[in-house]
């Protein structure tokens, strides 16, 4: 099945400092792809909709200035997490849908998770 | 708005005995219906996809699902689980007309007992 991968896996970070995570679909192009938040033990919230060359859609509670999303390429999508506080520590999740797949299923990337001290 | 139910958070069980974990979703509309494993720190991994057709399903790792309308459920189940079965599990909706979003439930974690 088609790869998508996520750096950096884990981080861990000043509060107030600003953090980049990266989503990359290895052997495909994605015109869109989408950012997960998830808690630990609980599941995964749709952040935001990231579409190539346009601005991202943001899911109805998230902080557009706070969670900043570009996808410049095809194969690239990057979560900025600004000025990042201890409650946005997390498990982030990016995922794709190859172009020729059905819709709705996704590729999910390994995952980063984010510690703010 | 669509959304999951996974009626069990914690399914324990011991090895080589069989598993069912249930899931139902509400919408009016066709849709999407799918299972992902999620290993500890780890993305999610698809297990089975129900698009249409046949409503029993077959997955990877021995895994299957069965479809049911009437019922608005896609329960998961396998027959025998092993220790390496032990993980969370989710079972996520996408509206056909609505592209690639999906609903999440809210994952039932197995914990397979030697």
């Known amino acids: 099945g088609a790869v998508v991968s996520q750096h950096p896996s884990w981080v861990i970070c000043k509060s107030g400092t600003s953090v980049k995570i990266e989503c990359r679909s290895l052997?495909?192009?994605?015109?869109?792809m989408f950012w997960y938040r998830q808690f630990p033990k609980q599941s995964l919230m749709l952040m935001a909709t990231?579409?190539?060359?346009?601005?991202?859609?943001?899911e109805q509670g998230v902080e557009k200035d706070k969670f900043l999303i570009n996808h410049a390429s095809l194969t690239l999508s990057t979560l900025t997490v600004t000025s990042a506080h201890p409650e946005d520590s997390s498990f982030y999740i990016c995922?794709?849908?190859?172009?020729?797949?059905?819709?709705?299923?996704?590729?999910f990337g390994e995952g980063s998770r984010l510690t703010v001290l | 708005a669509q959304s999951v139910t996974q009626l069990d958070s914690q399914v324990p069980v011991f090895e080589e005995a069989p598993v069912e974990l249930r899931c139902n979703y509400s919408?009016?509309?066709?849709?999407?219906l799918f299972w992902y494993v999620q290993y500890p720190n780890q993305g999610l991994q698809l297990l089975l996809k129900?698009?249409?057709?046949?409503?029993l399903v077959k997955g990877i790792n021995g895994f299957e699902a069965e479809f049911n309308k009437s019922q608005t459920s896609f329960h998961l189940r396998k027959p025998s689980v092993h220790i390496s079965d032990t993980a969370e599990y989710f079972c996520?909706?996408?509206?056909?007309?609505?592209?690639?979003?999906?609903?999440f439930g809210g994952g039932t974690r197995v914990l397979v007992k030697p």
């Open positions: 995922s794709a849908r190859e172009p020729s797949g059905t819709d709705g299923e996704l590729f």
């Open positions: 052997d495909f192009q994605a015109t869109t």
């Open positions: 990231s579409n190539e060359g346009s601005k991202a859609t943001y």
């Open positions: 919408s009016s509309v066709s849709v999407y």
């Open positions: 129900y698009l249409s057709g046949s409503t």
């Open positions: 996520a909706a996408g509206i056909k007309a609505a592209g690639n979003k999906l609903t």
